[in-house]
């Protein structure tokens, strides 16, 4: 038995649904719908706000070298920078406090879209020690992600550990190794230690003497490849939200449908009903006021929007909703019923062919922090390995010009929604 077993963090205790970068951009989403109007000159969207939290932590890992430690900086002096550098003076409230929150706010996405790796386990279970701890090259500090794990169920297999933004040093240079020796006076070769990174938590471990095992098993592995593959491109990422809708069409009990028939149509133009539904969350989120009208209805608009935010929060924000239709905006206003046709829009089997891509789509939307305007590019003509009949069903007559005055209408709802919010 070892004295010290430590274990890895990410892509070994835990996985995340989405790629790491997606965390920061649900982070600038949650900003960007908090403070319409309050940001300076250049920052119109949540994508360019997390476009500059990368270049602090640049500023900040520089910052740390040059003093003699390993280049570390914790989140909440991320945060405060980062506040300073997106939002207009006068600032809207204590910029400390509006950090605080925020640093809660990304835990909780964390929260939400990690998981505990299913093959651990078994792994830590051939190398029982008399300590075991978890070691991690993080920004977040240990209590953080003590309730990460906590979290998770997994408090009684790694009580505490250590972060390198704690301590300023990290295992990619091996201080962090070397100060777990000095701190539980530890020999290397009395110390075994679990993770993915070839680098950081192999090789580097190796040359100090400590027993490394590297984790990268081949299933986990891979589907962490794919699913980060998603992330810097939305057209990547809506092209596969494509083709998991028409694989799962194709298993439904209704596959033997014709091309055109409403439950494939309704599967082929969901993603201009989610984009409707999101918009008016986000309307409702950064105007305030009454909100949504969704209430006690049972309706097919309510139920969309259930699936698009199962516990009534988008990008953080608790959905404001009022007591019942009449008040408020619809989720689907009338006039987006009479644009589409309301003969067409009440075909149950049109219903759950949208029901049924929203489900699909609804999580990954959440996970990789997408607004509506982004999903006007995922109306798009699919990729050429999506076929024809479920990208364009075949349209001719009534059903083409139904066609096109919702994609007309969806353009409206777009323009009216950046018109009646407050951005600069």
């Not at 939400?112 to 701890?133: G, K, M, Q």
């Not at 986990?220 to 699913?227: D, F, L, S």
Request: negative net charge; proline residues 6%.
């Amino acid at each position: 038995m070892h004295k010290l077993l430590t274990v890895d963090i990410w892509d070994t205790l835990l996985r995340r649904n989405c790629h790491p970068e997606a965390v920061k951009l649900a982070t600038a989403q949650h900003l960007f719908l908090r403070f319409p109007g309050r940001f300076a000159a250049g920052f119109h969207d949540h994508w360019a706000l997390y476009g500059k939290r990368p270049e602090i932590e640049h500023v900040m890992a520089q910052e740390a070298e040059a003093a003699g430690f390993d280049g570390e900086y914790a989140i909440s002096a991320v945060m405060v920078r980062w506040l300073k550098a997106v939002l207009a003076q006068p600032y809207p409230g204590d910029i400390d406090r509006i950090a605080e929150g925020l640093v809660e706010t990304e835990l909780a996405f964390e929260m939400e879209n990690t998981r505990r790796d299913p093959d651990v386990a078994a792994i830590l279970a051939r190398h029982p020690a008399e300590l075991t701890l978890f070691l991690s090259d993080f920004y977040m500090p240990g209590p953080l992600l003590s309730r990460l794990l906590a979290h998770h169920h997994l408090e009684d297999s790694v009580p505490s550990g250590h972060v390198s933004c704690d301590l300023m040093r990290n295992k990619r240079s091996g201080r962090l190794f070397t100060y777990i020796h000095e701190k539980y006076g530890v020999r290397p070769d009395e110390h075994v230690h679990v993770g993915d990174n070839l680098h950081s938590d192999v090789a580097v471990a190796r040359r100090l003497g400590i027993t490394a095992v590297a984790f990268l098993p081949e299933d986990g592995h891979a589907a962490r490849m794919a699913r980060e593959a998603l992330f810097p491109s939305r057209r990547a990422l809506f092209a596969h939200l494509h083709a998991a809708t028409r694989d799962e069409l194709m298993r439904s009990q209704q596959a033997d449908e014709a091309p055109d028939s409403p439950f494939r149509h309704g599967a082929a133009q969901a993603v201009t009903f989610m984009a409707a539904t999101l918009a008016a969350a986000e309307r409702a989120i950064m105007k305030g006021g009454d909100g949504i009208a969704l209430g006690n209805d049972a309706g097919f608009s309510a139920h969309l929007f259930r699936t698009l935010f199962p516990d009534g929060r988008h990008g953080g924000h608790d959905i404001p909703l009022t007591g019942g239709f009449g008040q408020g905006d619809e989720v689907l206003p009338a006039s987006f019923r009479e644009g589409a046709g309301r003969d067409r829009l009440d075909v149950p089997a049109f219903q759950d062919g949208i029901l049924l891509a929203a489900r699909i789509w609804a999580p990954v939307l959440r996970s990789h922090a997408v607004m509506a305007r982004e999903l006007e590019d995922a109306t798009l003509p699919a990729p050429p390995d999506v076929p024809s009949s479920y990208s364009a069903p075949p349209a001719s007559g009534r059903l083409d010009r139904w066609r096109r005055r919702i994609g007309v209408l969806f353009r409206s709802i777009l323009t009216n929604t950046e018109k009646d919010s407050d951005r600069p």
